[in-house]
């Protein structure tokens, strides 16, 4: 099994670089010099990748205090490397040689590529690309580096929305090998193939994604964490849950992906989706996430989140605050503790992943079922040796996937809608076929 995965993990990288309806021979447009706006860590991150091939950046802030920091940043990332015997010396000056900085938008004037990095909010976006769009120079491509919002409305802030494209970088961004290629309704085809081609340049792995909310990755984490949470409620450990989809291959457990990630981009999207639908009713388990945040435990950044980090480390500490937090909760929602075994963690996470999956295939926001487990694999380290979500159920078999979510809505207490099948999964079930 091991060896059948790591052979389709190996096509399936392969067939990601092709768009179905998009010729090869198209041209593409020329990158000579590229434009980040942000100099934050994502914004750093994705310069450093293009630094790293040899192509000028500039990057633009709006204070010179931000600038300094931020350079500074990508500076020590760099030292690091020489310390390590990774990057000779005079690399370091040739990288830091193609940087240069501004905080005057007319600056970018000249920039082929320009990628915005700054806070995930539609109204900074919105600032951000009216003003490109009033200074750059004609087929300059304008692309965003959102991680969920709506690119077509994004486009729409421009006059050129067929130079608007996503490029979704992973975090850290100089180290993740992903690459989400976000296709707008008007994206122009050469615009999508430069974006491809660069990916390459820059040693990453590109998936193409249809706009939807989130994306392929953020979409379908969206329920693979929920259950987590779900689970927490009904009576496993932050820990438990964690320890057993690490034990199945997974980089890092949800709970501790979150502390690193930052519990508090999630508690800031759960409010953006409030103001926006005032009447939509969140499971207990997401106002327990929100908790956790009003009490300041954003992760790793702050020194405690689901764990407790000592003095500035990355080791992940049980913390006695955050069971009594849960217990309390509990209570609160009237929710009785049960034991948990650790097989069920796997296949509620990994099944809610696989779910959306096949909606996200259905709708086609994905070109391919390959495409999804190459985002896994590269974006959220799902174990390369399962081959990604969609073959890892492929291998399970799609009618004992389908079995095993009917068990789960029965005894889901928020009324298992969350585990009807997808279409797609419950066609190919029945037809005793396989999504890959």
């Avoid at 990453?204 to 249809?210: C, D, F, P, Q, R």
């Avoid at 099944?351 to 259905?362: M, P």
């Avoid at 969609?390 to 979510?405: E, K, N, P, S, T």
């Amino acid at each position: 099994p091991e060896s059948a995965a790591l052979r389709h993990a190996f096509f399936g990288e392969r067939a990601a670089s092709k768009i179905a309806d998009v010729p090869e021979s198209t041209p593409v447009r020329e990158i000579k010099q590229i434009a980040v706006i942000g100099a934050g860590t994502m914004g750093g991150g994705i310069s450093m990748n293009f630094l790293n091939a040899g192509i000028p950046v500039k990057i633009l802030e709006m204070k010179q205090e931000a600038l300094d920091k931020g350079i500074a940043i990508i500076e020590k990332n760099y030292q690091a490397q020489v310390k390590k015997g990774k990057l000779k010396e005079d690399k370091l000056a040739q990288r830091m040689g193609l940087l240069s900085t501004t905080l005057n938008y007319d600056d970018l004037k000249d920039a082929d590529l320009v990628i915005e990095a700054v806070f995930e909010s539609m109204d900074v976006k919105k600032t951000v690309f009216e003003k490109l769009d009033s200074v750059c120079k004609p087929g300059a491509i304008l692309a965003s580096n959102t991680s969920t919002l709506d690119l077509n409305q994004i486009a729409s802030f421009t006059n050129r929305p067929q130079d608007v494209v996503g490029a979704h970088f992973f975090s850290p961004a100089n180290v993740m090998k992903l690459l989400e290629v976000v296709r707008g309704a008007k994206t122009a085809d050469d615009v999508l193939l430069t974006i491809m081609q660069l990916a390459k340049k820059i040693k990453k792995t590109a998936v193409i994604s249809g706009v939807c909310d989130g994306f392929i990755g953020n979409r379908m984490i969206a329920g693979y964490s929920g259950e987590a949470g779900k689970m927490l409620e009904e009576g496993a450990t932050v820990q438990q849950i964690d320890k057993a989809l690490e034990k199945f291959g997974m980089a890092m457990g949800p709970f501790r992906m979150g502390d690193l990630a930052g519990n508090d981009i999630g508690w800031s999207i759960r409010k953006g989706i409030t103001q926006q639908h005032p009447n939509y009713v969140w499971p207990s388990s997401a106002l327990l996430a929100d908790k956790l945040c009003e009490l300041g435990r954003f992760g790793q950044k702050t020194g405690a989140g689901w764990y407790s980090y000592a003095n500035g480390k990355r080791d992940p500490l049980p913390d006695s605050a955050v069971e009594a937090l849960v217990e309390a909760h509990r209570k609160e929602h009237g929710i009785p503790a049960r034991k948990i075994s650790n097989t069920e963690i796997v296949q509620r996470c990994i099944f809610a992943l696989v779910n959306e999956g096949a909606k996200i295939l259905e709708e086609g926001i994905a070109q391919r079922a390959s495409d999804i487990d190459i985002v896994y694999i590269y974006g959220y380290g799902f174990p390369p040796y399962r081959g990604g979500p969609m073959f890892y159920a492929d291998r399970v078999g799609l009618l004992i996937v389908q079995r095993a979510m009917e068990g789960f809505a029965r005894n889901d207490k928020t009324g298992g809608a969350s585990w009807v099948p997808a279409p797609l999964l419950a066609r190919l079930s029945s037809d005793d076929k396989t999504f890959n």
